[in-house]
Every structure is written in structure tokens, then in C-alpha cells.
């Protein structure tokens, strides 16, 4: 079980994560959505998912069974891991390892937490338009990660 003080640290996270393989990510996202208590997906409902290729921006993503997403929602987030150009997955990389990331990677990035950010479940206080809003002020890897950092502590877990 993921810890709550072990949610500070996202990018640390992300980073065991990718590394380690396949983490419990369904676990850690239920357990920050549900502001310290463990909760547990609703499988009664089927959850829809294209298995069609979907482009957004400049990004193409398909539906990937080993990611899915563990709330009941009309049009679930995509995770980075179903890109399939793969320049997503390069800026994602070099934004885990702290590198600085070129302006066509900021560009990659920022259309990725666009559209998981309008397809997430938020937590009531959440206000999605004002995160929308801030999305194309980030312009370094640190912006990202404080970013990613804000958005966990609201239930949003994007890498």
C-alpha cells in the first residue's frame, strides 16, 4: 500500500514507477482521490473505451488494457504510456530524469495534461477551468513537476 506521505513526492513516484514496471497505480490514484482512506473502483459499471486509435493535438493514443482507468467515466484519460508516436514517451523520460525539455517536448507535454486533465474524476473542491488555464503557462520541467505535484494532491495522478 502506497503510503500518504509518499504522495509528496510525485516525481519520485513517477520515477519508481517507470522504472520498476508495472506499479500499482490504481491503488495510489484511489488511495489520493479518497484524501487518505483506501477506496475501491466500481466495477459494477462498464467503463467506455474506444479501441480505436484517438488523435489528440499531435498525439495519437489506442486503448491499452494494462492502463486502465479505475473510475466510471464517459471518456476516460489517456495514460502517457498509450501514445504511439512515441515522442511523448521520449519528453516523459527526460522530464523523469530532471532534464530540461525542448520547447516541442513542453508543447507534447503540456497537449498531454491538457487532455487528461479535461477527461479526469477531480475531487469536489477541484477547479478544473483555473488548472486548464495554467496548463500553457508551463515553460521548464520544474513548472511540470510543481504542477504534477498540485494536481496529486487533488486526486490527479497524469505520469
Given amino acids: 500500500m502506497i503510503l500518504q506521505s509518499e504522495l509528496s513526492g510525485n516525481l519520485w513516484y513517477a520515477r519508481l514507477w517507470y522504472y520498476r514496471g508495472r506499479a500499482n497505480v ?6 489520493a482521490a479518497s484524501a487518505g482512506r483506501p477506496a475501491t473502483p466500481r466495477n459494477d459499471r462498464k467503463m467506455p473505451m474506444s479501441h480505436e486509435p484517438e488523435q489528440i493535438g499531435d498525439l495519437i493514443y489506442t486503448f491499452n488494457p494494462d492502463y486502465p482507468y479505475p473510475f466510471p467515466v464517459d471518456q476516460p484519460p489517456h495514460y502517457w504510456m498509450a501514445e504511439q508516436t512515441g515522442r511523448l514517451a521520449a519528453a516523459v523520460e527526460r522530464y523523469f530524469n530532471g532534464e530540461a525539455l525542448a520547447p516541442a517536448e513542453l508543447a507534447l507535454m503540456r497537449q498531454y495534461l491538457r487532455q487528461y486533465l479535461e477527461r479526469a474524476v477531480m475531487t469536489g473542491d477541484a477547479n478544473r477551468a483555473s488548472l486548464l488555464s495554467r496548463i ?10 510543481r504542477f504534477a505535484d498540485e494536481l496529486a494532491e487533488i486526486g490527479v495522478e497524469p505520469f
Fill in 26 to 31: 490504481r491503488s495510489h490514484t484511489l488511495y
Fill in 136 to 145: 500553457e503557462a508551463l515553460r521548464s520541467t520544474r513548472d511540470i513537476e
